[in-house]
């Protein structure tokens, strides 16, 4: 069979659940676009809004203690008090910044967060004004590639945010949050592309089509797993919050913004909550489908209700992400990046190529994957829990060979080479000046004391002499 053949097995496209071609544009007229981008800004937008209402109050139902309650009924102004108070808020320019990449920076962030909803289908074929179109802003055959590449372009906000400041903070948390979307993007793009693999197009409203039966996150679990970490710790948030991390860089690469630039930072993070959501759904979760209600109505995944599913999916994705800030704590960063490196990047790869041969089983044995692929996720999860729950080698038992390089105890010349080294397992750095003066100092302190201590017991103990003579009157 060849490459051509193996093309037309692929499904070029899949109808709805009306019949006709998923995503069709024919009747598309340029007033319905402007109608969906401002729709597509205002849903953000007021999602936005309603997000942070969400999040305190439930941070403060997970914690015990009191939400925002006071703003409005139930609390609900306290959102549009904030925004109210970074628009009026004092601003100020930094003198040595770099003026033109330092207002720039937030622009770019917020800009690249608004575009990723663009090719994210909310809804089947509907009728607006008597024009056919699906609820969607626009769709094309790599869609899915358009949204890694706004994401990735969306991180040049942070890094050119804290490096044009020059200031230490921002500069910490811009080199990061760099190191940290590079690691995490790969594990992100390799769990994307078994679902490129086992659907057969890059397009998000065919990818949506061909999870009529099952979605993804069911049938390819690993890759599903994979990404919602990914996701996490693409969007910056806990546990993997290191580029703001306030304990350590106040705010990171937004130390140094204030009033509408801190804003669209703060904007541009929680729409790429949205975003990642959103993707997450259309994804693995079937998109605007509905299994459950659709199984007992026959109308359920027609008309204008699949956008309603498909928010409710979203919030849900979401929500998953506030109930985790509220419960887990910063991870380390070294830990942090093991995770990507030698965990998640390892274990997408093995998925994929697994998928990979799957997909070539089906192409060639024209077989029905859906069980293999379940029997696949299953065996696969089992093999990676053991190895994850597996008891990793002690650097300090000589057995494991951690030392064999090294002499336990060995002092280590860090500047031999010309410039520092950090230490092996089993070596030490050599003492520094001030804590051998300290340890001189201390041996200096402990010999005076104990030799002022053995001379006042000398001088207040008793002749032995009395002390016979004293037990032999007794």
Avoid at 255 to 273: C, D, G, Q, T
Avoid at 377 to 385: D, I, R, T
Wanted: hydrophobic share 55%.
């Amino acid at each position: 069979m060849t490459p051509t053949h193996l093309l037309h097995v692929l499904p070029a496209a899949i109808p709805d659940d009306t019949g006709g071609v998923v995503a069709d544009f024919s009747e598309e007229t340029w007033w319905l676009t402007i109608v969906k981008a401002v729709f597509v800004v205002a849903f953000l937008i007021v999602s936005v809004i309603l997000a942070l209402w969400v999040e305190r109050r439930g941070l403060a139902r997970m914690q015990t203690r009191p939400g925002p309650n006071v703003n409005g009924p139930f609390g609900f102004f306290q959102a549009i008090a904030d925004a109210a108070k970074l628009i009026m808020k004092e601003d100020f320019w930094l003198g040595g910044a770099e003026r033109v990449i330092y207002i720039l920076a937030p622009v770019i962030a917020a800009f690249c967060a608004f575009m990723v909803y663009a090719v994210i289908p909310f809804g089947p074929q509907v009728s607006i004004l008597g024009h056919s179109t699906p609820l969607q802003l626009t769709d094309f055959p790599v869609a899915v590639l358009y949204i890694l590449a706004i994401t990735a372009f969306g991180v040049y906000g942070i890094i050119l945010g804290g490096w044009s400041t020059h200031s230490t903070y921002p500069l910490f948390g811009a080199v990061r949050s760099a190191a940290q979307v590079i690691s995490y993007e790969l594990s992100m793009s390799l769990a994307i592309l078994t679902v490129f693999l086992a659907s057969g197009t890059m397009s998000t409203s065919g990818i949506v089509g061909a999870q009529q039966r099952m979605w993804w996150g069911l049938a390819m679990v690993p890759s599903f797993l994979i990404y919602v970490v990914s996701m996490v710790g693409e969007v910056n948030r806990l546990p993997f919050d290191l580029p703001e991390a306030e304990g350590e860089l106040v705010a990171g690469h937004m130390v140094e913004y204030s009033s509408m630039k801190f804003a669209w930072y703060f904007l541009a993070e929680y729409i790429n909550m949205f975003n990642v959501s959103a993707v997450c759904v259309t994804l693995f979760l079937g998109g605007w489908r509905s299994v459950i209600v659709a199984s007992f109505w026959e109308g359920a995944n027609s008309g204008w209700w699949p956008m309603l599913w498909f928010v409710a999916k979203v919030w849900a994705v979401m929500f998953f992400m506030v109930w985790t800030r509220g419960t887990l704590v910063r991870i380390r960063y070294d830990h942090f990046m093991k995770l990507g490196w030698k965990f998640l990047i390892p274990v997408s790869l093995a998925w994929f190529v697994l998928v990979a041969v799957l997909q070539g089983y089906r192409a060639f044995f024209s077989g029905s994957p859906a069980g293999l692929l379940i029997v696949l996720a299953v065996v696969f999860l089992v093999a990676m829990l053991v190895l994850f729950f597996l008891p990793e080698a002690d650097d300090d038992d000589p057995a494991s060979g951690a030392d064999s390089l090294t002499v336990p105890g060995e002092e280590l010349d860090a500047f031999a080479g010309g410039y520092p080294v950090p230490p092996l397992p089993g070596q030490q750095l050599p003492l520094s000046p001030r804590v051998r003066r300290a340890q001189r100092a201390g041996d200096r302190a402990r010999l005076d004391a104990a030799s002022s201590v053995s001379s006042v017991t000398l001088a207040a103990a008793p002749d032995s002499g009395d002390i016979v003579q004293e037990g032999t009157d007794d």
